[in-house]
């Protein structure tokens, strides 16, 4: 069974220095793996996803992630934070299941604060 | 951008009563999901539902829960009897195969037990 392990429950940065947020996972399978973020009071929006194609991923608003295999890591950066990043940021771990639909395992979430 | 919509945003029940939950998947799409957030708590998954069947369902989703799709446009979660630990945001998805592309998730419908 897979798992996401987001090791940080918090992280705060300045405005317009850099983010990473860290998420590494446990997959029997090669699993697909997604960062969603999630505005106070929004839904869940996809920032970027990794589908076994290219290992570094670009996503929405700057973001970016790169899947390291030997590391069971898929961490996500921005080089220059802006203070509409704050809010929630998941990690995701997918895996295929045969003649059935997927179901996601979220990590726990790191709450992203951005100081002016 | 397709998108999954959801109503309400916000639904406050009493406890015991019945609530319905509504979704509308993005038209081409296959699969269907519902997934919780309990404030403050991870996000969970509480069912699938694929070809007019739930495919897999979670330990959460235990005989209060219901989920239908009454007429190939809209995804309902049924709560019948309402606790005070059902209050959480709601989220449906749908996703177009099974091949990882990732799902679009609703905004969610934020519901409220008093």
């Known amino acids: 069974a897979q798992s996401v392990t987001q090791l940080d429950s918090h992280v705060s940065v300045s405005e317009g220095t850099p983010v990473l947020l860290r998420c590494n996972y446990s997959?029997?399978?090669?699993?697909?793996l997604f960062w969603y973020v999630q505005h106070p009071n929004k839904g869940l929006q996809l920032l970027l996803k990794y589908t076994s194609a290219a290992t570094l991923v670009k996503g929405i608003n700057g973001f970016e992630a790169e899947f390291k295999k030997s590391e069971t890591s898929f961490h996500l950066t921005k080089p220059s934070a802006h203070m509409s990043d704050a809010a929630e940021y998941f990690c995701?771990?997918?895996?295929?299941?045969?003649?059935?639909?997927?179901?996601?395992?979220f990590g726990p979430g790191t709450r992203l604060s951005v100081l002016p | 951008e397709p998108e999954v919509t959801q109503t309400p945003s916000h639904q406050v029940t009493q406890m015991g009563q019945e609530v319905i939950l509504r979704c509308v998947p993005i038209?081409?799409?296959?699969?269907f999901y519902w997934y919780r957030q309990i404030l403050g708590q991870k996000v969970e998954f509480l069912v699938s539902?694929?070809?007019?069947?739930?495919?897999?369902k979670s330990e959460i989703f235990d005989d209060q829960f219901s989920v239908e799709r009454p007429d190939g446009s809209n995804f309902t979660l049924k709560i019948r009897s309402t606790k005070l630990e059902d209050s959480a945001m709601y989220f449906c998805a749908s996703v177009a195969r099974d091949n990882n592309y990732g799902y679009t998730f609703g905004s969610g419908t934020r519901l409220t037990v008093v």
């Open positions: 997959s029997s399978y090669s699993p697909s």
């Open positions: 539902f694929y070809n007019n069947e739930i495919s897999e």
């Open positions: 995701v771990v997918s895996e295929g299941r045969d003649n059935y639909g997927q179901n996601f395992v």
């Open positions: 038209s081409n799409h296959l699969y």
